[in-house]
């Protein structure tokens, strides 16, 4: 069990593409919280089990990243960044944002990213099954669960002052 910390831990997930890491980067230098991208220390620490031809992505060790993540979200203040949820431990975060995007401006964005067909069209259907967020709706306690919108500056811009709003309520307990 987690003992009581200064800043919660903060969960944003979504589909790739829909706006997380721009959300992330200016939330954690607007909070002060360490912002981490799960794929990125993946790669960077070596978490890594294959690669999957097909979807022409790495198949993270889950394992090794829990391992690695727990003392860092026994302190507080992270913001962590992932497009999937359902195996990080509820008791590490005290919020969980899910970004999510219309499909047209998806489909552009990963289209831009150079994504192949089959992997195009299985984060499309992700984001249309709305797959991540009844992932996190059923892996976490839904009071928690929050859907962001991702598809503009001006939708980042409100979704920053929710989370800030939320932020600042959390304090107040």
């Known amino acids: 069990m987690m003992t009581e910390v200064s800043k919660p831990n903060i969960l944003v997930t979504g589909t790739p593409g829909a706006g997380k890491s721009y959300l992330c980067e200016r939330l954690a230098a607007q909070l002060k919280f360490t912002w981490l991208d799960c794929s990125k220390i993946a790669k960077d620490e ?10 022409e992505c790495p198949v993270l060790d889950e394992d090794k990243l829990m391992d690695h ?3 860092l979200m026994g302190e507080g203040g992270n913001i962590v960044e992932y497009h999937s949820c359902d195996f990080f431990p ?3 975060f005290q919020a969980v944002f899910v970004v999510t995007c219309p499909n047209t401006t998806l489909y552009d964005r990963l289209k831009a990213r150079n ?11 992700c ?27 001006a939708d980042a811009e409100k979704s920053m002052k929710t989370v800030k709003n939320w932020y600042s309520m959390w304090k107040r307990k």
């Open 90 to 92: 509820e008791r590490w």
């Open 127 to 153: 984001e249309i099954f709305c797959t991540i967020l009844d992932e996190a709706r059923e892996s976490y306690k839904p009071d928690i669960v929050y859907e962001l919108s991702g598809e503009t500056k």
């Open 115 to 125: 994504y192949n067909e089959k992997k195009l069209n299985s984060n499309m259907q």
């Open 69 to 71: 993540l727990e003392p």
């Open 46 to 55: 070596e978490f890594v089990l294959e690669y999957d031809e097909e979807y």
